[in-house]
């Protein structure tokens, strides 16, 4: 399968265990790691590089759900412009996430992915003069730290390690897709239901 052996060369999929020179075996731990892969690839939406450096991190003895997640999220988050110091704008929206981030008693760095995100769209949306939008974020934050305990919850209940790993990388990436598909439904019902506007067909 040109699939298998693509995984096996980029380093995604462990070598199966050769039976002939023409045939090689593959175990049921293959057929997960596989389902994984394609799950974060086809699904999730992640890069080649990307999907090798979470399943480093699945792979690693010392791994935590904690350093899991910021890999997986990582590998998910498009890279934010970084404007270096003394820009105004950009140090207003550091400062307003920030405040944002303390107003909810999360105990985040800066350094996380998302956060540099968040100050990328805090950024763009002042310059497009959409205050309007901008305050919606503690909506959008409180939503979110709802969401976060859910997950770790669920994922508390896992028997075993390894299944606790999955499903952080599971939750993190395809939960990502999952919440765009949830919102894109819920926003065609709400419009759908609104009063027309001006630019309504």
């Known amino acids: 399968m040109p699939t298998i052996k693509f995984y096996s060369r980029e380093g995604l999929l462990p070598a199966g265990q050769r039976t002939s020179p023409n045939q090689v075996s593959y175990s049921e ?5 596989l389902k994984l892969i394609r799950a974060m690839l086809e699904v999730g ?21 904690h350093g899991v997640l910021g890999v997986a999220q990582s ?6 412009a970084d404007r270096a110091a003394g820009d105004e704008r950009w140090e207003r929206a550091r400062r307003e996430v920030a405040e944002l981030v303390e107003r ?3 105990a985040v760095k800066p350094e996380n992915p998302g956060w540099r995100a968040l100050v990328q769209i805090v950024v763009t949306y002042r310059d497009l003069d959409r205050e309007d939008l901008l305050a919606l974020l503690d909506r959008y934050a409180e939503s979110a730290g709802e969401l ?3 997950e770790l919850a669920v994922l508390e209940d896992v028997p075993n390690a390894d299944g606790k790993v999955e499903g952080a990388v599971l939750g993190t990436v395809l939960g990502d897709a999952a919440m765009a598909a949830l919102r894109r439904i819920a926003q065609e019902d709400v419009s759908g239901r609104v009063r027309p506007s001006r630019h309504s067909a």
Do not use: C, M, N, Q
């Not at 731990?29 to 790691?33: A, E, I, K, L, N």
């Open 29 to 33: 731990s293959h057929v997960r790691r």
């Open 45 to 65: 939406g992640l890069s080649v590089a990307a999907a090798r450096e979470v399943l480093a991190k699945v792979d690693s003895p010392f791994t935590t759900i």
């Open 75 to 80: 590998a998910i988050t498009r890279p934010a």
């Open 104 to 106: 909810h008693g999360w």
């Open 148 to 150: 976060a305990v859910a």
